[in-house]
């Protein structure tokens, strides 16, 4: 084999490796939303695994948006604070983002 035929299989092999990560990657994270009457018409919201996560809304529906608006602010407060932390990139170390996206 030479190195260009070694260097494409490599390439592929790194192409299939990424295809398994991206597929590891694309499962769901999920959380359980909690409704609840607040009084005068309004929904209260919260995130059962996160209790900081409380909020509330006209109707459900409004609800709904801003406990999701409330968790997306939650992890990205965590994420830019250091409660969140970071690790120290090794020498040669490959990065790339990840990216969540939360939806209902």
Do not use: C, K, N
């Not at 909690?34 to 996160?50: K, P, T």
């Not at 801003?66 to 120290?88: C, H, I, K």
């Amino acid at each position: 084999m030479t190195w260009t035929s070694h260097g494409a299989a490599f390439g592929a092999l790194e192409q299939a490796r990424r295809a398994v990560l991206l597929t590891a990657m694309s499962e769901s994270l999920r959380f359980t939303a909690i409704y609840e009457d607040a009084g005068d018409g309004w929904v209260m919201a919260r995130i059962a695994e996160l209790p900081e996560a409380i909020t509330q809304g006209a109707s459900e529906e409004e609800a709904r948006e801003m406990v999701q608006s409330a968790l997306r602010d939650w992890l990205e407060f965590y994420v830019e604070s250091e409660a969140g932390g970071t690790v120290e990139v090794p020498p040669g170390a490959r990065t790339e983002p990840l990216e969540l996206t939360i939806a209902a």
